[in-house]
């Protein structure tokens, strides 16, 4: 800004003989109006897809109002539709994901930057980025070919009969091992997420000057003093910001979860059990949706996912606000 | 200068003279969208009639709902689907309607050691599993029915479909035809099964009642033999043990009376007569009455008179079942009231 007007001010004292050297006077005004309008335009697209969901979905949200949201029928020949099923397994397969997913990728970041002999770093990082750019209906067809028959053979019996048997974590593993189903679709996403959280945990954990972590190995920290206690925390905001870019990511994943989620439309306890999330819900059934109520309760679906992710990211900004001033890389 | 003028000259004459040729010669491919129970064999019929005459139709396996929405949007010139509309709906959307090809829904099961054909089973038993009533493979009822099959102590794993279908519709259909409990599950495209996992369109169903061991599901025979799954024979309303066949989809359709219903929509399910296939299944195709445009609406016309003519000898070799030639008269028939915007037919 002060520039400009230091040019503006050169521009009018200086006499016309000298200015050629000066450059265009409207360059910078159009820059800056361009680069507004780019602001603006993402701005009216993001209310745009708010104001169009809105009104698509509102023949659905008078119907059932807010009940929409924790009923659990999805009836179409009665035309009944509740988005309590499909919210519930985008939850808990994002919920799977994470716990799967975040202490792998802490654990790879870790090793990455403390760890790791020089040679073999290049080659794991271009791995992990590699495992990025794999298209998401590849996962999901790896893991109806490759995953389901493993995981209905050895995993899920496994798990029966170790897990199914404690007291109250049980009831998560009950049920015949179908392979297909909720848990398996938690461990694709997790898989998916995995690449984007390790590396931005590793870009964030190399950044930490190396000042504070050779001072910590001098005063006698072991490494995993080091990492918990003066990594970790010097780069919590950028941590939390790779785990709501996964997370952002598990939520809206489609394809990969609708070939081995088992497209079900029931509750259940079991984690073993199919079930299906909003946007495999989506996929499968939009193109055929015939009737207004029934195109409506998809799109009021796609409404409440929308909320759900704008939450989690809400959600994850206050917890970035509340700890920017400890952290060094606010 | 000149006669270099006159040799550019000649030359771009011959090309556009070349491409004016080119573009007379090449006609609007045209395209179709729906049911994936006839998929494999308009598949074939596109690929042999682009081989004779040189125009391509591009087809759409995205479901009977789909096929419905999307002549609905007129984003297609025909929509195909297995559930048939009603003469309302039909009168109400001015779409008329023709039955193309018969096939058969078998059930497949994937149990280790079991071969195609080899278990048998009937409405009733079919429809309990899929109400969630039957459970294991060896529950006394399925082993009443096959004594000398070894059935497993293991759980059935029940696949359906996933999105709006025709196949579906067909099978529960038939299902509400032989269990009075099935009513509370109702007949449609789309229903809320009480058990069981989606897959997405016949090939879906298949694939994942492939890779899941103690499943079964319901596909399109085509499909079964595609994927060598292992199909069970079906006791039919006369208490007969059918396979599903040439013949034995013949036998459902002998008796159907294709005039009684508006848009030849007659339900081929669990139709009388020893031979015949319980859950026999006719597809239909949907097209305008007053077409937007005639051109397309005529090579559409086209294409299914040349599948009705020539077509019969690809459909036997994956178990469709051509329509009877006193229906392919009546067909034809009808597409005089196929027109144009003057009231013309376009064939």
């Known amino acids: 800004m002060q520039d400009i007007k230091k040019t503006s001010s050169v521009m009018t ?12 006077n409207w360059g910078d005004p159009f820059f800056k109006s361009a680069t507004f309008l780019f602001a603006m335009l993402v701005l009216t697209i993001l209310s745009g897809i708010v104001i169009v969901l809105f009104i698509d979905a509102w023949p659905a949200l008078k119907q059932f109002g807010p009940a929409f949201i924790w009923t659990s029928s999805w009836n ?12 519930v397994g985008t939850i808990e397969t994002a919920v799977i994901a994470m716990v799967i997913g975040v202490p792998f ?10 760890m790791c002999p020089h040679w073999l770093r290049q080659p794991i990082a271009i791995a992990i980025e590699l495992l990025a750019a794999v298209p998401s209906i590849i996962y999901g067809i790896w893991g109806l070919f490759v995953l389901v028959p493993i995981c209905q053979k050895y995993v899920e019996p496994f798990l029966i009969a170790t897990l199914g048997s404690v007291p109250i974590l049980g009831h998560l593993f009950q049920g015949p091992p179908i392979g297909i189903g909720v848990f398996l679709a938690g461990i694709i996403l997790a898989l998916m997420i995995l690449p984007f959280i390790t590396s931005v945990m590793r870009e964030v954990f190399a950044a930490v000057p190396a000042v504070l972590r050779e001072s910590a190995y001098g ?9 918990w206690r003066v990594v970790l925390p010097y780069s919590r905001v950028g941590v939390v910001g790779a785990v709501m870019l996964g997370l952002g990511r598990a939520l809206g994943e489609t394809m990969a979860v609708t070939f081995v989620i088992g497209n079900a439309h029931r509750l259940s306890m079991s984690l073993l059990a199919p079930g299906t999330t909003i946007s495999a819900t989506l996929a499968n059934e939009f193109t055929e949706a015939d009737g207004e109520l029934y195109t409506a ?3 009021a679906l796609g409404l409440v996912l929308f909320i759900l992710t704008f939450a989690v990211l809400a959600i994850g900004k206050r917890m970035l606000l509340r700890t920017s001033g400890k952290g060094g890389l606010a | 200068m000149l006669k270099q003028f006159g040799k550019i000259g000649r030359a771009g004459l011959v090309a556009l003279a070349v491409m004016a040729t080119a573009t007379v010669a090449q006609a609007a491919d045209i395209s179709g969208a729906g049911a ?10 596109a690929e042999a009639y682009k081989a004779k005459t040189g125009i391509g139709m591009n087809y759409q396996s995205i479901g009977s709902g789909g096929g419905i929405k999307q002549i609905k949007a007129k984003t297609v010139d025909f929509g195909a689907s297995d559930a048939p509309l009603t003469g309302d709906e039909l009168k109400e959307t001015g779409l008329a309607q023709f039955p193309m090809v018969m096939g058969a829904i078998v059930p497949v099961v994937n149990l280790p050691g079991v071969k195609p ?6 409405g009733h038993v079919l429809a309990e599993i899929y109400l969630g009533n039957i459970t294991k493979w060896n529950d006394p009822q399925i082993a009443a029915l096959n004594k000398g099959v070894a059935l497993p102590d293991q759980a059935i794993a029940v696949v359906h479909r996933s999105d709006g279908s025709g196949t579906t519709f067909n099978f529960t259909y038939y299902l509400n035809s032989v269990d009075a409990k099935w009513a509370a599950v109702g007949v449609d495209k789309a229903v809320e099964w009480p058990v069981g996992l989606g897959g997405k369109g016949n090939e879906g169903v298949a694939a994942l009642v492939g890779q899941t061991a103690g499943s079964i599901g319901y596909v399109e025979y085509a499909y079964a033999l595609q ?4 199909y069970t024979d079906m006791l039919n309303q006369a208490g007969k043990r059918v396979q599903p066949s040439l013949a034995s989809i013949q036998a459902a359709a002998a008796n159907a009376k294709w005039n009684s219903v508006p848009g030849f929509g007659v339900i081929l399910a669990d139709q009388p007569g020893a031979e015949s296939w319980p859950m026999t299944a006719a597809t239909f195709i949907l097209v305008y009455h007053k077409q937007d445009k005639p051109a397309n609406g005529k090579a559409v016309l086209e294409f299914f008179k040349w599948c009705y003519e020539h077509g019969d000898k690809l459909a036997e070799d994956l178990v469709y079942v051509p329509m009877p030639k006193n229906v392919v008269e009546q067909v034809e028939d009808s597409w005089k009231t196929v027109t144009d915007a003057s009231g013309k037919p376009v064939l």
């Not at chain 1, 004292?13 to 265009?24: E, N, Q, V």
């Not at chain 1, 654990?107 to 990455?112: S, T």
């Not at chain 2, 994936?36 to 019929?45: C, E, L, N, Q």
Request: charged share 20%; aromatic share 16%.
């Open chain 1, 219 to 227: 005063l006698g920290a072991t490494r995993w003093e080091v990492v």
């Open chain 1, 297 to 299: 309760s998809l799109i």
């Open chain 1, 13 to 24: 004292d200086t006499p016309k003989s000298h200015r050629r050297s000066r450059g265009l």
């Open chain 1, 105 to 114: 990728s802490f654990g790879m970041a870790f090793f990455l930057t403390e």
């Open chain 2, 36 to 45: 994936t129970f006839p998929y494999p064999i308009y598949a074939k019929w």
């Open chain 2, 227 to 230: 994927n060598k799954l292992t």
């Open chain 1, 76 to 87: 179409p020949v009665k035309d009944s539709y509740g988005a309590f099923v499909p919210l």
């Open chain 2, 117 to 122: 054909g080899e278990m048998v089973l009937n």
